[in-house]
């Protein structure tokens, strides 16, 4: 099946599900990009109503939205246990697709997902905006480059802010974990993108009854994923005090240089040997050192959780996700992506649950 749409063809688009706090970014993204018009919005949940409300959409039904023509591709925006559902039904609607991270519960999910892109032919998206920072992209051209020289080991870090661990939104029942699976994900996602699919992986990750209640899942987690050539370290924490990802840090150690880099505010800083063809030292770039702040204030169509705030990302992806769409291009960020990060946190979970203990990946 053929998702070109065309370059002067008006795009249709329709949300299914709207509970997610990324949606409204998502819809606005839509709502300023040229030659697209909203054909409705779609949920389950009572929040449904005051959401078309205040972003100027319809309610429409599930089954009306899929079998518009003019709809031409639907933001799948629901809680996690509906995500794979929806999404399968759409793609075999044949609607494109721009789901929410991480496309489900885990793997089984991802794992129809899958399956139905490759049955299908159809376009299917995974929503990891942090991935369109233009320090992400440097640092895959670097990397690709051979600029660090030969990279032995790299460590990450991020976080979860504005005190969403507690939330129900990181609580979901079948999810693989809390926030280091709903937020950390975003973290696994440049793993995979710049250093592809780990051999093993260790892990512990952690619940501090003595600190916090049970009213988070994890508090903060520490993991090695282990490859032929190197060795990449990540730690998170699930109560970061930081408002916007600060704190959130890729750094690449190579024989002939390092490379620092963080999505918001897009930084990135590079030391070169001076054997690599660039001259020794640092070199620093900034995208903006006052971004618009990422999680805005909660809404009573988002009243657990803060929308999103700076559009920069989002208006990114979604420019990628309508040239694929009218180009016929593949995804930028493709269902077997997201299957691929929901392997690894599964084993990085099953690791924990035997004290650290090495975990191999399928291949």
Known sequence: MSYSLGIDKTLGIACLGITHPHTSGRVRAFQRMANTRFLGAYDESPLLTPFVDALGLESRSKADILADPDVHAVLIHPKSHLMADWAIEALEAGKAVLCEKPAGRGSSDTARIVETVERTGG?????????????????????????????????????????????????????????????????????????????????????????????????????????????????????????????????????????????????????DSGKN?????????????????????????????????????????????????????PSNVPATQAHNINIVLEALFASSQKDGAEVSLTR
């Open 123 to 271: 376009l299917f998206q995974v929503g990891y905006c942090w991935r369109y920072a233009p320090s992400v992209d440097k640092m895959q051209e670097v990397l690709k480059a051979g600029r660090l020289g030969k990279v032995l080991q790299v460590r990450a870090h991020a976080g979860c802010s504005h005190g969403e661990a507690g939330t129900d939104h990181m609580r979901r029942p079948g999810d693989i974990g809390g926030a280091m699976f709903v937020i950390g994900c975003h973290t696994i996602d440049r793993i995979l993108l710049h250093f592809g699919m780990p051999n093993s992986v260790n892990a512990r990750i952690t619940k501090f009854p003595a600190v916090f209640d049970a009213s988070s899942r994890e508090d903060a987690a520490g993991a090695i994923l282990n490859y032929d050539d190197k060795i990449v370290t990540i730690d998170f924490m699930a109560w970061d005090p930081l408002p916007w990802t600060e704190s959130w840090d890729i750094t690449a150690y190579g024989t002939e240089g390092v490379m620092h880099s963080r999505p918001l505010p897009a930084s990135y800083k590079i030391y």
């Open 277 to 329: 063809g660039h001259q020794e030292g640092w070199t620093e770039w900034n995208e903006t050192s006052f971004p618009e702040i990422w999680a805005v204030r909660k809404t009573v169509y988002s009243p657990e959780i803060a929308e999103i705030g700076n559009p920069v990302y989002f208006d990114r992806e979604a420019r990628a996700f309508a040239e694929a769409l009218r180009s016929g291009a």
